[in-house]
C-alpha cells in the first residue's frame, strides 16, 4: 500500500520506519552530537544505510555532502512530513482492556493525534474518567463527531459492534479510522482504514514456531 | 519479508489474509453451505479472488474445479499451516494496560498460543490474578522460561527496559519475541522478532490526515 498526496507518494514501509528514525533523533537530544549521516542512523538502528537516505528524502530536507544532515532540521522535518505538527483530535470507541491501554498510550504524545474522549455502552464506565479523558455514552456518538468535527476514531469495540459504530462514524463525518477489532469492516472508497489485527500478526509468530520449534 | 521453511515460502502479506479467511469460515460453520470458491470468499472479504487463490494454495489443499473447496477441510488446512493445531505456550512480560489488555484478548483463543503467566516488577501486581492467568516476579523469569521450555514471549514493557528483559528471554531459551514495546531491540540472527510499533501505524493516519484533511 502507498499513502499519497499531490506532491509525494511514499511506500508504507518508509512511512512506518520514519518515526523510528524521530524517535532516535530525540534521544540525541541530549548529547553534543549536531549532525549526523545515514549511515550512522542505519548502524544504530540496524537498518540499510541506503533505504534510510532513500526515506529521509522524501521529507524533501537536503542533508550536507560528508557532514549528513542537522539533527534538529532532520527531526522537524520529520515531524512535519508525518503531520505531527498539529494534533488532531481523535475519538476511541470501546473502553474495554485495549482501548483504554490506547488511553493510556504514552508513544501517542506528539506524535499528532489527540484522544480527546472514549465512548462505551456499559453503564459502569460512562462518566469515568482514564488517564484524564471521560468516558461518554456511545449513544451520543455522531452528534459529538459532528458538533467538535471530529475527523479520526479509533475503534476497539468487539468484533461483532465493529461495523454499525462504524458506519454511524462515517455518517457523522470522519474520514479516517483505525481499527482495533479483529474484523473486516465495509467502508466507502472516500474513507481511509487502517487495520491492527492481532491475530494476523499472531499468525506469523505460530507458523513460524511450527517451522523451526516443533 | 517472508517466513520460510524447508517446504513452503509464503510473503507476510498472505500470511496475515490467511487468519481472515479462517474467520471467515468459521462464521460459515452454522449455515447450511458445504463448498465455497475462492470468488466467492474474495466477494465477502473485498479481496481479489486471484490473491484469496494464491493465498489459499499455499497451504496445499486442492480444490475441485467448478465447486471449490470443502469449508470444512479449508478450514482445517488453514489451521494447520497456520501451527494452530497444537498451541504453543507463551509467557507476557509487563502486565500494564497494553499486557492486561493482551492477556484478555478473545482473538488469541484458537490462535495456536497460550499464555500461561505474565510477568511484572511492580509488587503491588505480582501474585494478582488477570483473566485467569498469574502474575510473577520478573526476577524468576529466566528460571521459568528455562523450567517450562517456554520459546516465545510477548515484551508489553515500557521500551526502557525491553532489551534488558529480552536478553534474560533469549539467554533462557525463547526463540520467537512479538515486540510491543516501542523500540528497536537487538537479537542475534537466530531469534525471530516481530515488532507491533503503534507510533508506526499512527504515522500512516496522521500522514494521510495531514494530506487530505487540512
Known sequence: MTVKNDFTIIPEPSLRRLPLYYDFLKRLETSDIKFISCTEIAQNLGFNPIQVRKDIE??????????????KELKLSIKDFLGWNNS???????????????????????????????????????????????????????QL?????????????PAPSAQSIVDIAIKSGVKVIWNFAPCILNVPDTIFIKNENLTSSLAILTRKLKDDFK
Do not use: Q, W
Open 58 to 71: 522524501y521529507t524533501e530536507i537536503i542533508g550536507r555532502p560528508k557532514v549528513g544532515y542537522n539533527i
Open 145 to 157: 463527531i459532528n458538533r467538535m468535527n471530529i475527523k479520526l476514531c479509533i475503534i476497539t469495540v
Open 88 to 142: 488532531k483530535d481523535a475519538f476511541l470507541i470501546g473502553a474495554g482492556h485495549l482501548g483504554i491501554a490506547l488511553l493510556g498510550y504514552r508513544g501517542f504524545m506528539n506524535s499528532g493525534i489527540n484522544i480527546i474522549s472514549a465512548f462505551d455502552n456499559d453503564p459502569k464506565k460512562i462518566d469515568s474518567i482514564f488517564f484524564g479523558k471521560k468516558i461518554f455514552n456511545v449513544s451520543i456518538l455522531g
